[in-house]
């Protein structure tokens, strides 16, 4: 709530002082010495006048008071607003006008009725226990207000939640807080209800955060739902541009994945307008790239999907697993044998997909997406190499059943064919001259590398040794 200018607020006050200070000027002037043989009448009559000219002068100084109890409010309460960056509540500057007020009146009346208020306490004593039993709510919500305002849990211009109220502050009194809710309802709620409940106070100048709810179906990418809704919603209108929203998966339902968006505000007053313009930016999201919200479904299986990978074509497969280096002595219906055997796996972004070390019996090729291949350097990892569709690693433990050399880490969303032991022994089993076809292409691939790693640790292997290798590993013997 807006107060007056100051001008308008002494203008008043200004033209009483001067007429009553001229009425003051003019009852001196006429004020006579009360003679020694004074009638009855006459001294009535003096002291009439005196009575008059001391009321005139009190309300002469009460006058000036009030104008220099405004214009002191206004000068502080400025400094206030230059020091805290907000207006003070209009309760503070109600009590401090108050306790000027009083001040200065007691100033007046002492200095020229002289009277004193010790003189009229017992007197009030009574008058105070009535007034206040009288008065015991208003009261009530007076210190109730006092205690929030030296609490300041809220300010003008917040978002608060009392009980089954929401709305925006509109103004702080001695006796309640006025909120005007999202239905443009204007609340009154009294300082002494709001002391004895909870509050949720929104700042308008904090970093109010908001989530919204959607669900998408477990076909679609988690890494592709995320970034569609991360970005839709990132430049969406009252959303924070420096605060990037976020997206993350909240449980997995009976129909699809539950997701969550959280994104902040930068008007919190505006939440329900802004809650609804992201879940409409969702919507367009979903539309644009393909992707589809859960809803409630049931899928009934006649029979498990047949051919390699997952159920993908294995033709398809193959032709994958021809362009891998090793496999080039394999017939087709041995690349297809191959690719039936093989199992699609996918890997989310920063997922490890073989670690350093550890034990293995099988090989993969990268499908879609990319990987890096990691050592470790004084403790800490180290990319040496990114590896795209296409490529493959782990070969060595497919073969030989070394512990890997390294590890390999999904750099994006990344799919990979991984090829076991019992695919490639059906192979060996049925064609064994493919043993050394393999072993002599693995020879060449590894010499190769070293070749183009100057760093490597000089461990060669022969042709008859890493067939050998391979022969025992497989029980080929």
Not at 384 to 413: C, N, Y
Request: with cysteine; charged share 20%.
């Amino acid at each position: 709530m807006s107060r007056p200018p100051l001008k308008k607020q002494v203008a008043l006050p200004l033209v009483f002082a001067a007429l009553f200070g001229v009425a003051w000027y003019v009852l001196s002037l006429f004020a006579a010495e009360l003679p020694a043989g004074a009638t009855e009448q006459q001294r009535v009559s003096h002291r009439a006048g005196e009575w008059a000219r001391s009321l005139v002068q009190v309300v002469f100084w009460m006058s000036l008071a009030l104008v220099a109890v405004r214009a002191l409010n206004e000068l502080v309460f400025i400094v206030f607003r230059k020091r805290k960056g907000y207006d003070a509540p209009a309760l503070m500057r109600d009590l401090f006008s108050l306790v000027l007020y009083v001040t200065a009146g007691a100033v007046i009346l002492r200095y020229t009725l002289e009277l004193s208020f010790a003189a009229l306490l017992p007197g009030s004593a009574l008058l105070g226990i009535i007034l206040g039993l009288a008065l015991q709510d208003t009261l009530g919500n007076l210190f109730a207000g006092i205690s929030l305002h030296a609490d300041k849990p809220f300010q003008v211009g917040d978002v608060i939640t009392v009980g089954k109220h929401t709305g925006v502050v509109m103004s702080v009194t001695w006796r309640a807080v006025k909120v005007k809710t999202f239905q443009n309802h204007i609340v009154l709620l009294s300082n002494s209800s709001i002391g004895k409940e909870s509050i949720e106070v929104c700042p308008q100048d904090g970093q109010n955060a908001r989530i919204v709810f959607f669900g998408a179906l477990y076909t679609d990418s988690p890494v592709k739902v995320i970034h569609a809704v991360r970005e839709a919603v990132r430049d969406a209108d009252n959303v924070l541009r420096y605060m990037t929203p976020v997206v993350r998966i909240r449980g997995l339902g009976d129909s699809g994945v539950e997701y969550e968006v959280k994104y902040w505000l930068s008007d919190y007053a505006r939440y329900n307008d802004t809650d609804a313009l992201v879940r409409q930016r969702i919507w367009y999201a979903f539309r644009r790239n393909g992707l589809t919200f859960a809803y409630p479904t049931r899928t009934l299986y006649m029979e498990q999907p047949a051919g390699g990978a997952g159920g993908r074509d294995t033709e398809t497969i193959a032709e994958l697993l021809s362009a891998v280096e090793i496999f080039s002595p394999l017939t087709s219906d041995e690349l297809n044998a191959l690719a039936a055997g093989s199992t699609g796996r996918v890997f989310a972004p920063g997922e490890t997909i073989i670690r350093g070390g550890d034990s293995g019996a099988s090989m993969f090729v990268v499908h879609r997406g990319s990987v890096d291949v990691r050592v470790d350097s004084n403790g800490a990892p180290r990319t040496i190499k990114r590896l795209g569709e296409g490529a493959f690693f782990g070969e060595m433990a497919l073969f030989t059943g070394e512990p890997r050399t390294a590890s390999v880490v999904a750099a994006e969303e990344t799919e990979v064919l991984e090829i076991g032991h019992d695919a490639m022994r059906g192979l060996f089993q049925t064609n064994p001259d493919l043993v050394e076809a393999l072993s002599h292409t693995i020879k060449e691939r590894r010499e190769a590398l070293a070749a183009n790693a100057p760093e490597a640790d000089g461990d060669e292997d022969t042709s008859d040794g890493l067939l050998s290798k391979i022969k025992r590993f497989f029980r080929l013997d």
